[in-house]
C-alpha cells in the first residue's frame, strides 16, 4: 500500500505509537513541506525532535516526492485565497501533485485536516482519499482515534468529502 501522508496523521502516528509498524508496512509518501513541519514536533514523553527530516534514517522508509512550481500555481489558480490559506503548506503541497496526476493510481491520500480532505474532492481525487481509520485497520491495527481534532475516522472523512462535493457545485472555493 502507498500512502501520502500529511503532517497531522505523521505526529498521529507517533501519539498513537504505530509509526514504527506504518513506515516498514506501507510504502510512506511526503513532501518537503510535510518534512518541514514535522520536524518541529516532539513526540509525547521527548525533548528531543525525532520524527524524520531531510537528513533522518527514517528516509529509507520513506519516498519524497515535490510538486513543480507549475503544480503548485495549477491549484493557486483554481482555488480562492481564504480557502488556499485554511490548508498548511505540506497540505497545499500534496492537493498540487493530485490535482497534477503525479500520484499512481494505487496511492491514497491520508489526512485529517478538512480543508485538504474538502480540495479532493474539489479537483475530482475523492477515491484517492483514506482516512486514518481505515490505513490502520488495513494494516490490522486497532485505535481509539479522537474525533474532535480532525477526520481521522471513516465517518467524518467521508462527511469532508462530502462538504467538498457541495463545494464544487456551488463553485464556494474556486476563484472567480
Same mark, same amino acid.
Given at each position: 500500500?502507498?500512502?501520502?501522508?500529511? +503532517?497531522?496523521?505523521?505526529?498521529?502516528?507517533?501519539?498513537?505509537?504505530?509509526?514504527?509498524?506504518?513506515?516498514?508496512?506501507?510504502?510512506?509518501?511526503?513532501?518537503?513541506?510535510?518534512?518541514?513541519?514535522?520536524?518541529? *514536533?516532539? #513526540?509525547?514523553?521527548?525533548?528531543?525532535?525525532?520524527?524524520?527530516?531531510?537528513?533522518?534514517?527514517?528516509? #529509507?522508509?520513506?519516498?519524497?516526492?515535490? #510538486? +513543480?512550481?507549475?503544480?503548485? =500555481?495549477?491549484?493557486?489558480?483554481? *482555488?480562492?485565497?481564504?480557502?488556499?490559506?485554511? =490548508?498548511?503548506?505540506?497540505?497545499?503541497?500534496?492537493?498540487?501533485?493530485?490535482?497534477?496526476?503525479?500520484?499512481?493510481?494505487?496511492?491514497?491520500?491520508? +489526512?485529517?485536516?478538512?480543508?485538504?480532505?474538502?480540495?479532493?474532492?474539489?479537483?475530482?481525487?475523492?477515491? =484517492?482519499?483514506?482516512?486514518?481509520?481505515?490505513?490502520?485497520?488495513?494494516?490490522?491495527?486497532?485505535?481509539?482515534?479522537?474525533?474532535?481534532?480532525?477526520?481521522? +475516522?471513516?465517518?467524518?472523512?467521508?462527511?469532508?468529502?462530502?462538504?467538498?462535493?457541495?463545494?464544487?457545485?456551488?463553485?464556494?472555493?474556486?476563484?472567480?
Amino acid at each position: 500500500m502507498k500512502l501520502v501522508f500529511d +503532517t497531522n496523521i505523521i505526529i498521529e502516528s507517533h501519539v498513537f505509537d504505530v509509526w514504527s509498524q506504518l513506515k516498514v508496512r506501507a510504502g510512506i509518501i511526503v513532501t518537503d513541506g510535510v518534512l518541514d513541519e514535522v520536524s518541529h *514536533f516532539c #513526540p509525547p514523553g521527548s525533548l528531543e525532535r525525532e520524527i524524520i527530516d531531510k537528513s533522518s534514517s527514517v528516509l #529509507p522508509f520513506v519516498k519524497v516526492e515535490n #510538486p +513543480t512550481p507549475e503544480d503548485l =500555481m495549477g491549484i493557486v489558480n483554481l *482555488f480562492n485565497d481564504p480557502f488556499l490559506n485554511r =490548508m498548511d503548506p505540506g497540505e497545499r503541497e500534496i492537493v498540487a501533485l493530485a490535482y497534477a496526476g503525479k500520484f499512481a493510481e494505487d496511492c491514497k491520500i491520508c +489526512t485529517a485536516d478538512v480543508p485538504a480532505i474538502e480540495a479532493l474532492a474539489l479537483v475530482d481525487r475523492k477515491e =484517492m482519499g483514506i482516512s486514518f481509520e481505515e490505513v490502520l485497520g488495513c494494516l490490522g491495527l486497532r485505535k481509539n482515534l479522537r474525533r474532535s481534532l480532525g477526520a481521522y +475516522t471513516k465517518t467524518d472523512f467521508e462527511k469532508a468529502l462530502e462538504s467538498g462535493a457541495i463545494a464544487k457545485i456551488q463553485e464556494t472555493h474556486f476563484r472567480r
